[in-house]
T-cell receptor, first 113, second 109 residues
Framework: DGGITQSPKYLFRKEGQNVTLSCEQN?????MYWYRQDPGQGLRLIYY???????QKGDIAEGYSVSREKKESFPLTVTSAQKNPTAFYLC????????????FGSGTRLTVV | KNEVEQSPQNLTAQEGEFITINCSYS?????LHWLQQHPGGGIVSLFM???GKKKHGRLIATINIQEKHSSLHITASHPRDSAVYIC???????????FGTGTRLTIIP
């Protein structure tokens, strides 16, 4: 079945370490997104990509980096510059130019200690 | 950017009750998402609607484009309906979404 796979589900890291979250989709979607979710807040957009080798900053990109070397993959790196990295991270994908088919992954809960 | 407000923030009800969750947005849109987030965190798309009403099982979603308002109803609620329900609307001209803060629904047996 087509879908989005995020791994790992839970991730623990020490403060000051970079960590990379994986997101893979087999839906042949052009666009991919990374969102962050904090308690009591709506999902906020970190980065998005509409085509391979191109990506744009979202509303809260500081302290994060991404790459889009393949259509299927959009990994997110949480760098040591991110001041409050502990959060739930969701990856999503969609067809370009269409609001339909927006699909979410199951998320990664990152805890920095 | 579209602003999205959901109400109530938390809702606790007895099994079998009729549930209504509301979503209002500030800028006219072409369509709106209703999403369900289970305790494990994964999000599932329930509905995407651009007008009128859609029904799937015990779930009904309505939207009034003129009033910039949508509702999600659950009939004959069940404990397995306990989840966070989120509405999301597009930002004009792109596929990026703005999300409400969600309604945490708890159904007590």
């Amino acid at each position: 079945d087509g879908g989005i796979t995020q791994s790992p589900k839970y991730l623990f890291r020490k403060e000051g370490q970079n960590v990379t979250l994986s997101c893979e989709q087999n839906l042949n979607h052009d666009a991919m997104y990374w969102y962050r979710q904090d308690p009591g807040q709506g999902l906020r957009l970190i980065y998005y990509s509409q085509i391979v080798n191109d990506f744009q900053k979202g509303d809260i990109a500081e302290g994060y980096s991404v790459s889009r070397e393949k259509k299927e993959s959009f990994p997110l790196t949480v760098t040591s510059a991110q001041k409050n990295p502990t959060a739930f991270y969701l990856c999503a994908s969609s067809n370009l130019g269409s609001f339909y088919g927006y699909t979410f992954g199951s998320g990664t809960r990152l805890t920095v200690v | 950017k579209n602003e999205v407000e959901q109400s109530p923030q938390n809702l606790t009800a007895q099994e079998g009750e009729f549930i209504t969750i509301n979503c209002s947005y500030s800028v006219g849109i072409s369509a709106l998402h209703w999403l369900q987030q289970h305790p494990g965190g994964g999000i599932v798309s329930l509905f995407m609607l651009s007008s009128g009403k859609k029904k799937h099982g015990r779930l009904i979603a309505t939207i009034n484009i003129q009033e910039k308002h949508s509702s999600l109803h659950i009939t004959a609620s069940h404990p397995r309906d306990s989840a966070v329900y989120i509405c999301a609307v597009p930002n004009f001209g792109n596929e990026k979404l703005t999300f409400g803060t969600g309604t945490r629904l708890t159904i007590i047996p």
